[in-house]
T-cell receptor
Framework: SQQGEEDPQALSIQEGENATMNCSYKTSINNLQWYRQNSGRGLVHLILIRSNEREKHSGRLRVTLDTSKKSSSLLITASRAADTASYFCATADRDDKIIFGKGTRLHILP | GAGVSQSPRYKVAKRGQDVALRCDPISGHVSLFWYQQALGQGPEFLTYFQNEAQLDKSGLPSDRFFAERPEGSVSTLKIQRTQQEDSAVYLC????????????FGPGTRLTVT
C-alpha cells in the first residue's frame, strides 16, 4: 500500500517554465522527503521537510508542507532538460515506515 | 567516497529458482533499507535494518522473502522459489542513522522471472 499520492501523474512543460507537483498523504508524519529518479538511474534525495516546518528551499527547489491538509508541493523554477525525471514524495509515519507515492513523471520540452 | 552498490544489476531467473541480491551500503551508515519497485510505480518498503538488527520486515510480501545483515554492513535479500510477480527492481538504500534521515539509494537490481 502507498500512502503518498502525487499529482499530477504526468506533466510536460517548456524549458524555462516552472513545474509544480503535489503530494497528499493520509496519516501523521514526522517528515516528508522528495526524491528524483531519472530513467535507468537510482533515486536521488532532493529535500527533507520536517513536520514543524512550512517551507524549505534548495537551489531551484521550493517545498511547502501543510500538515492540516496533509499535503506538500514541490516547485522547480526555471526548468531545464536535465529536470526530466520522475519525482516521488516519501513520508515517515508514526509507525516508523517509509512510504513512497507513485510519482509524477515530469518531461521538460526543449 | 563510494555510494551504495548493488549486485547483480540484472538477474534473470526461471520460475522456482532461488535468487540472492547483494547490497553494499555506504561505509558507516547504520540504517539499511530494501524496497521493491514495480514498473511505473514508486518504491515499496520491504524491510529495514539498524546495524545487524532487522527492526521492521512488515513489507516483505511472503515468507519466500528473507533479508539479512549479519555483520551490520553488507546485506543480502534472498527470494526463494521465485514467481513471475517477483519481477521488479529491488532497491537498497542506506542512511546515517535511522528512518528520519536522508536515504542514499543504490542503482537497483532488475529481477526478471521467466
Amino acid at each position: 500500500s502507498q500512502q503518498g499520492e502525487e499529482d499530477p501523474q504526468a506533466l510536460s512543460i517548456q524549458e524555462g517554465e516552472n513545474a509544480t507537483m503535489n503530494c497528499s498523504y493520509k496519516t501523521s508524519i514526522n517528515n516528508l522527503q522528495w526524491y528524483r529518479q531519472n530513467s535507468g538511474r537510482g533515486l536521488v534525495h532532493l529535500i527533507l521537510i520536517r513536520s514543524n516546518e512550512r517551507e524549505k528551499h534548495s537551489g531551484r527547489l521550493r517545498v511547502t508542507l501543510d500538515t492540516s491538509k496533509k499535503s506538500s508541493s514541490l516547485l522547480i523554477t526555471a526548468s531545464r532538460a536535465a529536470d526530466t525525471a520522475s519525482y516521488f514524495c516519501a513520508t515517515a509515519d508514526r509507525d516508523d515506515k517509509i512510504i513512497f507515492g507513485k510519482g509524477t513523471r515530469l518531461h521538460i520540452l526543449p | 567516497g563510494a555510494g551504495v552498490s548493488q549486485s547483480p544489476r540484472y538477474k534473470v531467473a526461471k520460475r522456482g529458482q532461488d535468487v540472492a541480491l547483494r547490497c553494499d551500503p555506504i561505509s558507516g551508515h547504520v540504517s539499511l533499507f530494501w524496497y521493491q519497485q514495480a514498473l511505473g510505480q514508486g518504491p515499496e518498503f520491504l524491510t529495514y535494518f539498524q546495524n545487524e538488527a532487522q527492526l521492521d520486515k512488515s513489507g516483505l510480501p511472503s515468507d519466500r522473502f528473507f533479508a539479512e545483515r549479519p555483520e551490520g554492513s553488507v546485506s543480502t535479500l534472498k527470494i526463494q522459489r521465485t514467481q513471475q510477480e517477483d519481477s521488479a527492481v529491488y532497491l537498497c538504500a542506506s542512511s546515517l542513522a535511522g528512518l528520519f534521515h536522508e536515504q542514499y539509494f543504490g542503482p537497483g537490481t532488475r529481477l526478471t522471472v521467466t
